[in-house]
């Protein structure tokens, strides 16, 4: 069965600081790793990932992936209270569905 | 931006009801999709659609669930006789040319409360 884990589950930091999210995978016939941002309802995409060792940016958010050790991070730098949300990693296998992790909840204090 | 829109936000009703829950897929998009989040657990897949069919669905997307794009625009998952666990929130998503190729855009949701 495919599964996708987050860690940490949650997360507390200041404003400023710099996290790192980590999503491992088992999956069969890997085609696409997905991250998104979850505030009130609608989880927002932020990066889609499908080879080994590039690095996606935008602004302050950066992810990347290690196909070999069936892992991503999402990193996000000088935090800022607008952060705070549950971030969600999901992955797709040999199909058209994905499969999600639980989230990680992050609070970013002022 | 273009944004998938789901009506309504919130649904109330009693259980064995039929329910519909209504979505506006991004309107240069072609593949579609269900997913469902019950209240402190994962999101899940229901089913995805594509050029007027279903092209995969979930072991939970049973023959209470089916879906249809009775228009140009719409896109409408239709559950008959609802039961208590269908209570949760359920995104509509959709996809320029499907994932891997292009992501997934969810909607606000649907919560779905069944008494």
């Known amino acids: 069965e495919d599964k996708v884990v987050q860690s940490p589950l949650s997360l507390v930091v200041h404003e400023g600081d710099t996290v790192t999210l980590n999503c491992s995978y088992e999956?069969?016939?890997?085609?696409?790793l997905l991250w998104y941002k979850q505030e009130k309802k609608a989880p927002t995409f932020l990066f889609m990932l499908?080879?080994?060792?590039i690095e996606k940016k935008s602004g302050r958010l950066s992810s990347i992936l290690d196909k070999k050790e069936l892992f991503s991070i999402l990193n996000i730098t000088a935090t800022q209270t607008g952060d705070s949300a549950i971030y969600l990693c999901?992955?797709?296998?040999?199909?058209?569905?994905?499969?999600f992790g639980k989230g990680m909840k992050l609070t970013v204090n002022p | 931006e273009p944004e998938v829109t789901q009506t309504p936000s919130h649904q109330v009703t009693q259980m064995g009801q039929e329910v519909i829950l209504r979505c506006v897929p991004i309107?240069?998009?072609?593949?579609f999709y269900w997913y469902r989040q019950i209240l402190g657990q994962k999101v899940e897949f229901l089913v995805s659609?594509?050029?007027?069919?279903?092209?995969?669905k979930s072991e939970i997307f049973d023959d209470q669930f089916s879906v249809e794009r009775p228009d140009g625009s719409n896109f409408t998952l239709k559950i008959r006789s609802t039961k208590l666990e269908d209570s949760a929130m359920y995104f509509c998503?959709?996809?320029?040319?499907?994932?891997?190729?292009?992501?997934?855009?969810f909607g606000n949701g649907t919560r779905l409360t069944v008494t």
């Open positions: 998503a959709s996809s320029e040319q499907g994932i891997p190729h292009s992501p997934l855009h």
């Open positions: 999956v069969t016939n890997f085609r696409s």
């Open positions: 499908t080879s080994s060792g």
């Open positions: 999901a992955v797709q296998g040999g199909s058209e569905k994905l499969v």
């Open positions: 309107s240069n998009h072609l593949y």
């Open positions: 659609f594509y050029n007027n069919e279903i092209s995969e």
